[in-house]
């Protein structure tokens, strides 16, 4: 099975969520590219892009995506617009497995109205845009994902279950 896994999707997909819960149960280091770059920044994501600006925060998931991938194995959660920013798309398909976790809108909106803070795309929609934003948005980085090796569906996961197609693709 690939021992070197991306995982992405659109913010409240659960990268973040399951890629910890996969990682520990296939004994894989884990990465959250958002993590690593919060630590290495010293703030949270929230501020990188007030104080240093989005192409700031695109350039570090750049570098940090080639940096965690020079590991032999790994699980790796992206920020829902890595794949759509610079050649990263490419060059995971070229390094492992790319996973895309799709629930739908409803699943992903539901989420996002409790963590808007968080996330600095969002964090001053009203929960009426908030839908319309992440309709739109998803529609124009579709493109990207869709070049996943593997696309997940369902609404309701398990660790089984995503074990299962997991190693299985
Ligand atoms: N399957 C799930 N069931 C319940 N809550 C979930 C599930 N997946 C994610 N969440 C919650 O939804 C929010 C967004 O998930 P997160 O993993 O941060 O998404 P992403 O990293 O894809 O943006 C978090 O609060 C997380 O705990
Ligand atoms: O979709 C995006 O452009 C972003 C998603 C976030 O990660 P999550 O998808 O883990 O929320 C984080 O990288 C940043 O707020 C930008
Ligand atoms: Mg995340």
């Not at 940090?64 to 920013?85: A, R, W």
């Amino acid at each position: 099975m690939g021992r070197r896994i991306f995982l992405l999707g659109f913010m409240g997909a659960g990268k973040t969520y399951w890629g910890k819960q996969l990682a520990e149960h296939l004994g894989l280091p884990f990465y959250d590219i958002d993590e690593v770059i919060v630590e290495e920044e010293g703030m949270p994501v929230s501020d990188i892009f007030a104080e240093k600006g989005e192409d700031y925060f695109r350039m570090r998931e750049t570098e940090v995506l080639k940096d965690v991938s020079e590991q032999p194995e790994f699980l790796v959660s992206c920020g829902g617009g890595t794949p759509c920013f610079s050649d990263n798309m490419d060059w995971m398909n070229n390094q492992g497995i790319t996973v895309w976790i799709n629930p739908s809108i409803e699943t992903m909106v539901e989420r996002l109205q409790r963590k808007k803070y968080k996330r600095p795309l969002i964090q001053d929609l009203t929960d009426d845009d908030l839908s319309a934003f992440v309709e739109k948005k998803l529609n124009e980085r579709i493109q990207f994902y869709q070049l996943s090796q593997k696309i997940i569906t369902a609404d309701e996961l398990s660790l089984d279950y995503l074990i299962n197609e997991i190693t299985n693709a």
